[in-house]
C-alpha cells in the first residue's frame, strides 16, 4: 500500500476522535461567523490541527492547504485537507459530516481519503490502486442513464449567484431520476458516489478541499469526474458532475443548457 495513504488514513482517524468527542457536547463549542452561513468552531480547528501534526511529522518538506490554517508552504507535494466537511450538520448534531484528506503531486491526485466518524466508514484511494470502503474494493454503479437512477447535490445556501441556473439543473434532473438528496458532505457524496450508493452527484462553486479526495474515490472505483461543461477544470472552478460513465454523460446532457456566460464550465 502507498506509505502515504497509510498516513492519510492515520491523521483522518485521530481528527475523527476529535470530532466525535466535541460531537456530544455541542452546547459547549464556541462557534464564529466566518461570514454569511459559513460557521466554524474550535472542533474544525483542533481536528485540522491534529491532521497537518500527523503529516508534518512524517512528510515535514510537505506543502498543506487546509481550510482553516490556509496555504502552507512546501515542495510539489501538496496535502489539500478539510477537517470537518458538513460543518452545519455538525453543528446541528445531523450526523452526517467527514473528514478530508487528499495529496496532489504536480497538480495530479494521488491520494485520497475520506472518513466518517459516526458510522466508522474509511473510504481510500490511490492513484491506480482502486477504490476502498473499509479495505472492501469499492465500484459506481453502472446504471445505463437516469431512470431510476439516485443523485446526490448540494443546493446553494451562501453564495447565490448561480441560484436560477441551479434550479433549472435540478427542475430538469427530477423529471427522470428516482430522487434527489442533499445529505450535505460534499466529500462524503464523492465518496457515496465511489461505493455506488449514489449514481451521481453535482454541485456549483465547490473549494477544493470539499471534493479533492471524493475526486480520486470516484475516479479509482471506475467513475467519471468533469466540470459542468464536461473538460477537466473541476478542481479549478468547484463546478463540478461525478457519476458512472453513462449516468455522468445523461447529467452533462441536462446541465448544460443551464450554463450561461456568467457560469460555464
Ligand atoms: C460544505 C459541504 C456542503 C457543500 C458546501 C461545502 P463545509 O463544506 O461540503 O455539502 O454543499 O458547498 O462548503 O463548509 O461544511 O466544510
Ligand atoms: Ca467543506
Ligand atoms: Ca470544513
Known amino acids: 500500500m502507498n506509505p502515504m495513504l497509510n498516513i492519510a488514513i492515520r491523521a483522518a482517524r485521530e481528527a475523527g476522535r476529535v470530532l466525535t468527542r466535541s460531537f456530544n457536547r455541542l452546547d459547549t463549542l464556541t462557534i464564529t461567523d466566518k461570514g454569511k452561513n459559513e460557521f466554524v468552531s474550535e472542533v474544525d480547528r483542533n481536528a485540522e490541527q491534529v491532521i497537518i501534526d500527523v503529516l508534518r511529522d ?47 503531486v504536480k497538480g495530479r491526485m494521488e ?8 458510522k466508522e466508514e474509511m473510504f481510500t484511494s490511490s492513484r491506480g490502486e482502486g477504490a476502498q470502503l473499509n479495505d472492501r474494493k469499492i465500484r459506481v454503479t453502472n446504471r445505463k442513464g437516469l431512470p431510476g437512477a439516485l443523485l446526490g447535490t448540494g443546493i446553494p445556501y451562501r453564495d ?50 470539499d471534493f479533492a479526495a471524493g475526486s480520486l474515490l470516484v475516479r479509482e472505483a471506475g467513475g467519471v469526474v468533469t466540470d459542468i461543461g464536461g473538460g477537466e477544470h473541476y478542481l479549478d472552478t468547484g463546478n463540478v458532475i461525478a457519476g458512472g460513465l453513462k449516468v455522468h454523460n445523461a447529467m452533462l446532457r441536462r446541465i448544460r443548457p443551464h450554463l450561461d456566460s456568467q457560469l460555464s464550465a
Not at 61 to 72: N, Q, V
Not at 111 to 118: A, E
Not at 174 to 203: H, K
Open 58 to 104: 512524517k512528510y515535514p518538506s510537505h506543502a498543506i492547504l487546509a481550510e482553516e490554517s490556509g496555504s502552507h508552504s512546501g515542495n510539489e507535494y501538496q496535502w489539500i485537507i478539510d477537517p470537518l466537511d458538513g460543518t452545519t450538520n455538525y453543528l446541528h448534531g445531523f450526523p452526517q459530516f467527514s473528514i478530508s484528506i487528499g495529496l496532489k
Open 111 to 118: 491520494v485520497g481519503v475520506v472518513y466518517d466518524p459516526i
Open 160 to 209: 447565490f449567484r448561480f441560484t436560477q441556473n441551479y434550479l433549472g439543473m435540478l427542475q430538469d434532473l427530477i423529471q427522470d431520476t428516482a430522487g434527489i438528496r442533499r445529505p450535505g458532505s460534499a466529500a462524503l457524496d464523492f465518496a457515496y458516489v465511489a461505493a455506488g450508493r449514489l449514481d451521481g452527484f453535482w454541485e456549483l462553486g465547490l473549494a477544493q478541499w
